[in-house]
């Protein structure tokens, strides 16, 4: 599965004009692989991760997402491709308070109406994936910054999506713990054939991913295989 970006323009009012976030920006992720995409705040990082995750429709160009085309799909069909085929990791968790680690997981697959036999089993899986096995009943406020992202990368991957998108991971977490975090997003898109975009101002622990694109004034000025 593949993820698509071509040729997107998007603007935004400004006064009397607009304002371009992106300018005709193409990118090409295939499923198993991790793209960062870098560059200073204010350069279309987070508007070319919107695009993707469909929750904004851009002026021109074509998002494909695992083969299909969004171009013209209503505000539900979107919504159901999200569920379906989009995990989406924000930068900071928003975990529910009340609900355990297994739980952020079971509630996403409650309401994609995944199989209820099927959910528990999927959800403790991904936790021992992600390295929190015995977490499993661990409410938000008692697991760490880090563990908490964690979770919120289990949540993400729930209902199996062929496209991961992942939105400053690593912004609150130390160097250490933004480490793990990374080879941990970098081994769960192989295992699970993701394709990936990973953005970050961040260049450090890049070496890993397999591809590094650098957004600047709105255009993806290049993209360069990891070092």
């Given at each position: 599965?593949?993820?698509?970006?071509?040729?997107?323009?998007?603007?935004y009012?400004?006064?009397?004009?607009?304002?371009?976030a992106?300018?005709?920006?193409?990118?090409?992720?295939?499923?198993?692989?991790l793209?960062?995409?870098?560059?200073?705040?204010?350069?279309?990082?987070?508007?070319?991760?919107?695009?993707?995750?469909?929750?904004?429709t851009?002026?021109?160009?074509?998002?494909?997402?695992?083969?299909?085309?969004?171009a013209?799909?209503?505000?539900?069909?979107?919504?159901?491709?999200r569920?379906?085929?989009?995990?989406?990791?924000f930068?900071?968790?928003?975990?529910?308070?009340?609900?355990?680690?297994v739980?952020?997981?079971?509630?996403?697959?409650?309401?994609?109406?995944?199989?209820?036999?099927?959910i528990?089993?999927?959800?403790?899986?991904?936790?021992?994936?992600?390295?929190l096995?015995?977490?499993?009943?661990?409410?938000?406020?008692?697991?760490?910054?880090?563990?908490?992202?964690r979770?919120n990368?289990?949540?993400?991957?729930?209902?199996?999506p062929?496209?991961?998108?992942?939105?400053?991971?690593?912004s609150?977490?130390?160097?250490?713990?933004?480490?793990?975090?990374?080879?941990?997003?970098v081994?769960?898109?192989?295992?699970?054939?993701?394709?990936?975009?990973?953005?970050?101002?961040?260049?450090?622990?890049?070496?890993?991913?397999d591809?590094?694109?650098?957004?600047?004034?709105?255009?993806?000025?290049?993209t360069?295989?990891?070092?």
């Amino acid at each position: 599965m593949t993820l698509l970006v071509h040729d997107v323009t998007l603007t935004y009012p400004d006064g009397d004009g607009r304002l371009t976030a992106l300018d005709r920006v193409r990118l090409e992720v295939p499923g198993g692989t991790l793209t960062a995409v870098i560059g200073p705040s204010g350069s279309g990082k987070s508007s070319l991760l919107a695009v993707a995750a469909t929750l904004v429709t851009p002026d021109s160009g074509r998002v494909v997402v695992a083969g299909r085309d969004t171009a013209g799909l209503t505000a539900a069909q979107k919504a159901a491709l999200r569920r379906e085929e989009i995990g989406i990791v924000f930068q900071q968790p928003n975990l529910p308070a009340s609900l355990t680690a297994v739980e952020q997981l079971q509630v996403m697959a409650h309401l994609a109406g995944r199989p209820a036999r099927r959910i528990r089993g999927r959800a403790l899986e991904l936790l021992d994936a992600v390295g929190l096995a015995d977490k499993a009943g661990k409410r938000p406020h008692q697991l760490s910054g880090g563990q908490r992202q964690r979770v919120n990368i289990a949540r993400a991957l729930m209902n199996e999506p062929a496209v991961l998108l992942v939105d400053e991971p690593t912004s609150a977490l130390d160097l250490e713990r933004g480490a793990a975090v990374l080879d941990l997003l970098v081994t769960l898109t192989r295992e699970r054939s993701t394709a990936t975009v990973l953005v970050t101002h961040d260049p450090a622990h890049l070496e890993r991913v397999d591809r590094t694109a650098r957004m600047a004034d709105g255009r993806l000025t290049q993209t360069l295989p990891a070092r």
